[in-house]
């Protein structure tokens, strides 16, 4: 078995999902469970074959860059090519979308971790199947039959591939600045006019396009309001142009492989997935996918540089033993790896509570649920939407920053190696720069996040965690544990308390706040995970014994300094530089 299918992934896959619930509730049939976990277990090995495959020549062609074809659009180097076209023979993309067009209907759970082992060999790559999935169950969620029917069976194929089309030259974070005009024309078509820049995969026939509505443009500028999500080709049925073009590449620090594109649209027809006017919303469930997908892609390349520095400093020797051995060394990659534990610990129960939702949503659309079975399920649609809501901006901002530093730290551990093109450490720190600022910088999620709790999912989430917690102080090997984790939370209730009374303070600390929360999430994760592989319960010490004097730290950071630190802030800025 390939390496890339890593003990937390099967731990998850044989032991911590119970498949049987959630797929009888997804589909009214009896479910086959034997069958259903040996298809599942036979994709994620196909994948982490392959994706281990993967690796060579991702590394060697590191620097070859992605270029604009003659028609118009954009390609990635040729090995990329070639992986892809693995992926899509053996079936791998677009796994998530419905059987019914061509899909697989692969809970996420399963699709993050096909996501995360492609990054870890080609975060490159990833872009291409990450948009590919991202696109397709954007048009599966909010397409008509039609527009369905004609484009997810080409995406399942993989014979079309995507891109999402938000960023303006002045419109990055703030998407209310989007001047891309959609204008309904008098022949009944929707043209599509405007500039997009920094467009991932922007050679993809299908773009998923954020513009704005004609009828309303004056009236909605500035604000996320009037805007449509458009689906547009870049090809008219008859094979003709349809007005989309590349106009020029990034030239960027890392992911090289990847077309990062200014796409023109001028008179480009398309149709709308969705409502007018809402295509905010449409949109905002792609980027919260795209945002998960991020963080998957950031533990992936986290997980390369974690087992490069783990396997050089048990074989590099310096003062007569291996660098591994120095205590220094040896906390470095302990902290390495528990902190990766973490992220794709946080990571992994989001997923489940996506797939659990998904499978609700299924179950709703059904006439098959008795009265009591169906207002449960919207019960609990509506907690866990709000708790992913939450989840999805912390994944995403902490797996990003922990891929930072991990690669960071690899390269540390590599010493004079590590900075030059000799090994890949350096490949992989230049890669992960991007991850903390697409889909969303880190301050921009820590400021979703920050809002999500000013709405209560907070409490939702405590909820279940504390439930969980003091339903762990029953087995003897957790319960100290998670009596510490449970006091954690309510360090975190003091101290949101003090934060919230000044919303101008409160974002200023929005990522002590996030990151609390973050902790106490991981941990309580990888309690369970320590409930079911009880070797795992070292990872959970380790995490929870840094935890417990970070939280106090960064509680008494949002109390000591809450009258001084905006003022001071000012103060210091006022300086000259
Ligand atoms: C390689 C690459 C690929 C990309 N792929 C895509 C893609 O496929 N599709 C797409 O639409 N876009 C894509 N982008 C664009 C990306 O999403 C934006 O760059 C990102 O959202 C940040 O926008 P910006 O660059 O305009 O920075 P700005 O919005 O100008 O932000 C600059 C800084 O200010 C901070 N900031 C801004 N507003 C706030 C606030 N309210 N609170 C706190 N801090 C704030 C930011 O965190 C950041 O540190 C890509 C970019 C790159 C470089």
């Known amino acids: 078995m390939s390496h890339y299918l890593g003990t937390a992934m099967r731990l998850y896959l044989d032991h911590l999902v119970d498949w049987e619930a959630l797929l009888s509730l997804q589909r009214s049939e009896r479910v086959d469970l034997d069958a259903e976990v040996g298809a599942f277990r036979t994709i994620l090995e196909t994948a982490a074959q392959l994706a281990a495959s993967f690796e060579e020549p991702a590394r060697k062609h590191w620097h070859a860059e992605a270029s604009l074809t003659d028609d118009g659009g954009a390609t990635s180097p040729p090995h990329i090519r070639a992986a892809y076209e693995q992926l899509r023979k053996a079936g791998l993309v677009s796994l998530p979308i419905d059987e019914e067009y061509g899909g697989y209907g692969l809970p996420t759970l399963l699709n993050g971790m096909v996501i995360e082992m492609i990054s870890r060999a080609d975060p490159s790559l990833m872009m291409i199947v990450g948009l590919q999935t991202g696109a397709a169950s954007d048009i599966q969620k909010y397409g008509s039959e039609e527009v369905k029917r004609k484009w997810l069976p080409r995406f399942t194929a993989g014979d079309v591939e995507g891109s999402m089309d938000l960023t303006e030259p002045q419109a990055g974070s703030d998407l ?4 891309t005009r959609a204008t309904e024309t008098e022949d009944g078509r929707l043209r599509v006019d405007g500039q997009k820049i920094f467009i991932s995969n922007g050679g993809a026939e299908v773009h998923l396009v954020l513009a704005r509505d004609d009828d309303s443009y004056d009236a909605s500028k500035g604000t996320t309001k009037g805007l449509s999500l458009i689906l547009v080709p870049r090809h008219k049925d008859d094979g003709s142009p349809n007005g989309v073009t590349v106009t020029r590449l990034e030239r960027k620090l890392g992911i090289h492989g990847s077309a990062t594109c200014e796409v023109v649209f001028d008179d480009a027809e398309g149709v709308r997935l969705g409502k007018q006017g809402q295509g905010f919303r449409a949109m905002l469930d792609l980027m919260n996918a795209a945002r998960l997908g991020v963080a ?19 074989q590099r020797k310096q003062f007569g033993v291996p660098i591994a051995e120095q205590p220094l060394v040896k906390t470095m990659l302990a902290r390495m790896t528990v902190n990766l534990e973490a992220a794709r610990a946080l990571l992994y129960r989001t997923y489940g509570l996506l797939d659990r939702n998904i499978a609700r949503e299924a179950a709703l659309g059904r006439d098959d649920l008795s009265a009591a079975a169906r ?10 939407s709000s708790r992913v809501r939450l989840l999805t901006p912390l994944c995403k901002y902490h797996a990003t920053e922990i891929c930072d530093e991990i690669t960071r730290d690899a390269m540390q551990v590599f010493g004079g190696v590590g900075f030059t093109m000799d090994s890949d450490v350096g490949k992989y720190h230049a890669d992960s720069l991007i991850m903390t600022v697409y889909e969303g910088t880190s301050e921009i999620q820590a ?7 000013g709405k209560g999912a907070l409490n939702t989430v405590f909820k279940q965690i504390r439930d969980e917690l003091a339903e762990m102080q029953n087995d003897p090997e957790r319960a100290e544990l998670a009596k510490q984790v449970l006091e954690m939370t309510h360090r975190i209730d003091q101290a949101g308390g003090v934060l919230f009374q000044d919303i101008g303070y409160a974002l200023m600390r929005a990522k002590l706040l996030t990151q609390m929360v973050i902790d106490v999430t991981a941990a309580t994760e990888l309690l369970h995970q320590a409930g079911a592989d009880s070797e795992r319960r070292v990872v959970a010490e380790a995490f929870i014994a840094r935890c417990s004097l970070g939280i106090e730290h960064m509680a008494r950071r949002i109390e000591v300094d809450a009258d001084t630190a905006v003022d001071r802030d000012a103060a210091v800025l006022a300086l000259e530089a």
């Open 176 to 179: 209310g600045g989007i001047a």
């Open 296 to 314: 998957s892609q950031a533990v992936g390349l986290a997980s390369a540089a974690l087992h490069d520095a783990r396997e050089y400093a048990k």
């Open 375 to 384: 207002a449960e399920a919207e019960a609990g649609l509506e907690r866990d």
């Open 447 to 453: 400021s979703f996040a920050l809002k999500e709790i």
